[in-house]
């Protein structure tokens, strides 16, 4: 959902406190709701708004983990993602079969169109040749 790998996870429960998630056996962690919505707003606050670590901790500090998660509601809100879910997988994948889909009809339009003119390359290659031939054996 968040489009992080495991170790930056990992490293940002090490630095905010906020980040607790659910420790299971293995050492797998399950992330609650609200562990989600932190994690999409410190995601927002460091990668687009460009803070730092130490920006983010004095953020939370001042507006409270209450503005946190409502700034986490909306990025994840902003990416599409509702209840944990993705909520227009199905058009974006739609979407993008129809695009690709176009695009399959679109190159094999083009590839005809270049076929066609390098046919006629050919044939007038070989006509010039033909002709060089015939000249030069008379």
């Not at 607790?20 to 399950?30: D, E, L, S, V, Y």
């Not at 209840?83 to 590839?111: A, E, F, P, V, W």
Request: charged content about 35%; overall charge positive.
């Amino acid at each position: 959902m968040l489009s992080l790998q495991a170790h930056v996870l990992r490293f940002w429960e090490s630095k905010f406190s906020q980040i607790k998630p659910i420790k299971r056996a293995a050492g797998r962690r399950f992330y609650r709701p609200n562990d989600i919505l932190v994690l999409f707003a410190i995601k927002k606050l460091l990668h687009e708004n460009g803070m730092t670590i130490i920006g983010v901790k004095r953020f939370i500090k001042e507006n409270g983990i209450r503005h946190l998660i409502a700034m986490g509601r909306k990025a994840r809100d902003e990416v599409g993602i509702i209840k944990g879910k993705k909520h227009n997988l199905k058009k974006i994948l739609y979407s993008l079969k129809k695009y690709q889909n176009g695009t399959k009809d679109l190159d094999r339009r083009r590839l005809t169109e270049i076929k066609t003119k390098l046919s006629s390359l050919r044939s007038r290659m070989t006509e010039r040749i033909a002709i060089s031939i015939s000249d030069f054996s008379e």
